[in-house]
Each structure stands twice: as C-alpha cells, then as structure tokens.
C-alpha cells in the first residue's frame, strides 16, 4: 500500500510540473502588440504585343533572382505559346531579343522596380502548316509525274532505267529531298562563304 501511495504521489506531482499557470488577463480576445514587416516584391508592368500587334494584354509580373532584378521570360513564353520574345517599340517596331538563361528562364539583362516593358512576341509555329505543305507538294509531284508516265512514248518504257519502274508517290518523294537538301546546302556553302 505504501508503494501504491508514493505512485500516486509522484504522479500528481509530475501531471502539476507540466501544467500551464493559470492566465492572469480574463479577458478572452487580448489584443497583442505584434510587429510586422511588409517588404515590396519589386514588379514591372508588361505591355505585350503579339507579331507587332495590341497590345494583347497589359500585366504587372514581379522580378526574380539573387538581386530581384531579372524578369521571369519562360514562364511569360509559355504562357502566352511565344517561342521568343523581342524588345518593342511603337516608333520603330522590333529592338533586340530579349535573352534569359536556359536554366532559371531569367533574362540576363537586370530591370529597376516600376519600369514600364513593351515586348513583341513570336508564336510558335505550328506542327500542321510544314506537314501540310510537304503533302501538298507530293500530291502536285505525284500528279505530274503520274501525267508524264502516261503521255511517255514507248521507246522510254521500254528502256527500263534505273532497273525497274517507280510508284510516282517514290519519285515525288525522290524530287522534294533532293531540291530541300540542294536549298539547305547552297545556304550551308554560303555560310562558310564558298
């Protein structure tokens, strides 16, 4: 019994060392004097015009980076479906690009707090246009060739080139390869100056 005595004594001790002291103020909504500190997130205000149009919309983005001076260019190219965006002015139309690092999407270039942006975007473009068009272009060959294959005399028929006789569709598909890789190499060889 004594044992159970001095259990019971040590655990009210103990449940009356953790317990709160009682709360000297009744009253039940105090009001405490905190202080807070509001920092401003610097911000520019965007104008942004698509292909030299608009603007197509009026927005205010915040600044970014170590020193909250670079501007968030990915997060606005993907917003808005731009694969580039280009400094802007009503006068003289397009200025330079505007540059961000491939790894943050922040541009290089620092902006101050409050300054005013005109940027001219260029959409990206679209997978359907070059698709469309390369069908296009070997649908007319394949009709032409298709046409030169009926109209052809005997003797060429009978000559029997190139081992054998081609689809049209093989030698449309033949011509456009061949005059897109004659294009790109007369440009290769001018770049280099030959």
């Known amino acids: ?3 159970e005595s ?3 004594e040590i655990q009210e001790t103990s449940k009356s060392t953790f317990e709160s002291p009682p709360n000297p103020n009744p009253n039940p ?3 405490p004097r905190t202080r807070t500190v509001k920092t401003k997130v610097p911000e520019v205000e965007i104008h942004l015009f698509r292909l030299g149009k608009g603007p197509i919309e009026i927005f205010k983005s915040t600044l970014g980076g ?3 001076d670079q501007l968030e260019v990915r997060d606005i190219l993907e917003k808005y479906g731009f694969k ?3 400094a802007f002015n009503h006068a003289s139309g397009r200025g330079v690009p505007i540059r961000f ?3 943050n999407g922040r541009s290089l270039l620092p902006y101050t707090d409050g300054s005013v942006i005109f940027m001219d975007g260029e959409p990206k473009d679209s997978l359907v246009k070059p698709i469309t068009k390369i069908l296009f272009g070997v649908a007319v060959i394949t009709l032409l060739i298709t046409f030169l294959l009926k109209e ?3 003797w060429v028929k009978s000559s029997n080139f190139l081992g054998g006789s081609f689809p049209p569709w093989i030698l449309a598909c033949i011509v456009i390869v061949f005059t897109r890789t004659r294009k790109r190499t007369r440009e ?5 100056g030959w």
């Open 152 to 154: 052809t005399p005997e």
């Open 66 to 68: 170590w020193d909250q």
């Open 188 to 192: 290769f060889l001018k770049k280099y």
């Open 101 to 103: 690092n491939p790894r």
């Open 1 to 3: 019994m004594e044992k």
């Open 6 to 8: 001095e259990r019971e």
């Open 84 to 86: 580039s965006v280009f």
């Open 29 to 31: 909504n105090p009001s």
